[in-house]
């Protein structure tokens, strides 16, 4: 009875031992805290260059800031002009700043004011906007990151028909 309670304690002790995490670290997690991407969606859609820079400060969270410019000057079809948007992530993923995130962020745009039906007015307003967005970073063992962002925030400032500002994005970037 001893041998067959040993035999049964050791196959059970053999079996938690095998599914213990593999906890090794990857390269680009140890003293890599930079990343600049560029977002290649908006730049190939709406002509807008999108570049952002993150900050990692520590494996559940980061902050950064992204500029976007129109690069479309020559025609009158683009409503947005500028935006800065600081922003604030919290990861929730067991792996080193990448995976879902939930992001929090501030953006000062100018953007046309329109109703989208009637374009009443085609100058272009300054706007300040709070938001949340959603997401996910994929990182190579190299350090090349491609990240999914979407999200919407309110404008604070009075408008007529800018209520709300959009956030999406496909980001390809590196860490460093």
Not at 38 to 58: F, G, H, Q
Not at 88 to 111: D, H, I, M, N, T
Not at 123 to 140: I, M, N, P, R, Y
Request: hydrophobic share 40%; proline share 1%; charged share 25%.
């Amino acid at each position: 009875m001893k041998k067959i309670t040993f035999f049964i304690l050791m196959l059970v002790t053999s079996i938690s031992f095998a599914q213990e995490k593999d906890k090794t670290i990857n390269p680009q997690d140890i003293n890599k805290k930079h990343e600049v991407k560029i977002n290649a969606l908006t730049l190939l859609a709406a002509k807008w260059i999108d570049v952002s820079y993150e900050r990692l400060v520590d494996e559940e969270s980061s902050f950064g800031a992204s500029v976007t410019l129109n690069t479309d000057t020559s025609s009158n079809n683009s409503d947005l002009k500028y935006a800065i948007t600081p922003f604030y992530r919290r990861y929730f993923s067991e792996k080193f700043a990448r995976g879902f995130f939930v992001e929090g962020f501030g953006s000062l745009y100018s953007a046309r004011d329109n109703d989208f039906i009637f374009h009443s007015n085609q100058d272009f307003e300054t706007g300040f906007a709070l938001g949340v967005s959603v997401g996910g970073k994929f990182v190579s063992k190299k350090g090349f990151t491609t990240e999914l962002l979407l999200g919407v925030g309110r404008n604070l400032i009075k408008s007529d028909y800018n209520e709300a500002f959009g956030r999406v994005g496909i980001s390809l970037g590196y860490r460093f």
